[in-house]
């Protein structure tokens, strides 16, 4: 079925598998699952065999909640080595009027940026188009003018890194439709086209990695990924609760928001008894002890968290004050990481839309409070939108990633597949490659007659 896509989302702590079909402009999930990631580390694939399994394991899910088997995927692609430079493409236009063969050739010249030995372009986006001198143009064919220049924002990875993921895919048997940058995927589903145009610093916090993606005027500037993410944190807490197992660790990061909750509802029922002691109390004369004691009981109390119903062996409770410093310490270093990053590329990142923070580690507590504090500008927890159908499962911010690939590919504007080689056997891209995606694009944009 041509109408169906399907995504495959690959991260550090679990691989997503979304089939969704488009009916009526409305896209509508008909399947997904989510598989534990192994073999995958920091976003990088370490071992080809266990992350075949994952891969599979999600993908199968998906298929039989779907009720059908595909033959193709969207995937996504990140790790450390992922990097960004902005370059221009210029031609003199072949006649009066800028046609398709115009823009390819632009595009053809800002892909010859240098990269370095031994790395791929998987995505050349271009920001802008110019007309002699005129900027600010999305669409340039139809237009009048004798110079035609691009200014392109090019993501590369490791070569690799992509044969390896390449690799993991044929093996199930799937063609890739487009290999996406993880942050430029969780873009789609997250951003607004607001925000987009205002300027704004997205953070796909993920398990292994930060995404880090900016905007501004409405085209992306600046495509990076930082090793460390929710992982750090969890052998932080599993280190400073004293807790034998990284899983245990794990429970309390994923169940903080219901743990404080719970805590603080109780305290709200224990200040209600309080009061109502204290109310008693006043009639024989002790109020001034009752306050006391309030005084001295209160901070213990709301200081508890319960882990009983985590099922951890040996911890009842865990200190809240300890668990919110452990978190707040890993997390203010991971944004002063980004911080530092952004501002030794030149870019900018107090943005005036702010900073949206999405993926599985999104949810931390205080985590917005902390970027606000480190990056000093406003920040928001963004969640995925677009998807119709059975997303019950995948409505959080860690489906991001994986909901943005769908879209994506519904819309596939063909600038993913951005090194222009030939599908060989067994090779997974569309074919014609980019230029030829470029071609149906403009086509598409253009009015007929």
């Known amino acids: 079925m041509s109408n169906i896509v399907t995504a495959i989302d690959i991260g550090s702590s679990k691989v997503v598998a979304i089939i969704a079909v488009l009916d009526d402009d409305k896209i509508k999930v008909i399947g997904e ?24 394991s999600a993908l199968n899910g998906a298929e039989r909640m779907a009720g059908l088997t595909v033959s193709s995927a969207y995937v996504s692609i990140n790790g450390k080595n992922i990097i960004s430079n902005n370059n221009k493409g210029v031609v003199a236009v072949s006649d009066a009027e800028i046609a398709e063969d115009d823009v390819l050739r632009a595009l053809g010249q800002a892909r010859t940026v240098a990269i370095p030995p031994g790395r791929d372009i998987i995505h050349l986006l271009p920001r802008e188009f110019i007309i002699d001198q005129q900027s600010g143009i999305k669409v340039p064919i139809g237009m009048t003018g004798t110079r035609l220049e691009v200014d392109a924002h090019i993501i590369s990875a490791p070569t690799t890194a992509i044969h390896n993921l390449e690799k993991c895919i044929q093996r199930i048997g799937l063609r890739i439709d487009g290999i996406v940058f993880t942050g430029w995927a969780s873009a789609q589903s997250v951003l607004t086209s607001t925000e987009k145009e205002l300027g704004v610093l997205l953070l796909d916090f993920g398990g292994g990695t930060v995404s880090v993606t900016t905007f501004v005027e ?3 500037t600046y495509s990076t990924s930082i090793p460390f993410g929710g992982s750090n944190v969890t052998r932080d807490l599993a280190a400073g609760l004293r807790l034998s197992q990284l899983e245990d660790a794990e429970k309390i990061k994923i169940h903080a928001e219901e743990l404080f909750k719970k805590a603080d509802s109780r305290n709200s029922l224990d ?5 109502t002691a204290l109310e008693r109390k006043k009639s024989s004369n002790n109020e001034k002890d009752s306050k006391e004691k309030k005084e001295k009981k209160e901070p213990v109390k709301s200081d508890v968290l319960d882990v009983t119903d985590l099922n951890i062996e040996g911890v009842k409770t865990i200190s809240r004050k300890l668990f919110t410093e452990i978190i707040e ?4 270093e991971i944004f002063e990481l980004v911080k530092e990053d952004i501002e030794q590329s030149g870019n900018e990142y107090k943005l005036p839309a702010g900073i949206i923070i999405t993926g599985g580690s999104a949810n931390l507590p205080n985590i917005t409070q902390l970027a606000k504090d480190v ?11 677009g998807l119709e159908g059975l997303t019950d499962g995948i409505s959080g911010s860690a489906y991001a990633a994986a909901q943005g690939l769908i879209l994506y590919g519904v819309k596939d504007e063909g600038f993913n597949d951005a090194s222009p080689r030939k599908p060989k056997a067994g090779n997974s891209y569309k074919q014609g490659g980019l230029f030829g995606k470029v071609v149906d694009f403009f086509k598409g944009l253009v009015p007929n007659g």
């Open 33 to 56: 699952a989510t598989y534990p990631s192994y073999g995958i580390r920091k976003g990088e694939i370490t071992s080809i065999d266990e992350a075949i399994n994952s891969i599979a």
């Open 218 to 220: 409405d085209a992306v």
């Open 271 to 275: 200040d209600a008894d309080n009061k």
């Open 329 to 332: 310490a890993r997390v203010t």
């Open 375 to 385: 990056f000093g500008v406003p920040a928001r927890v963004g969640v995925p939108r």
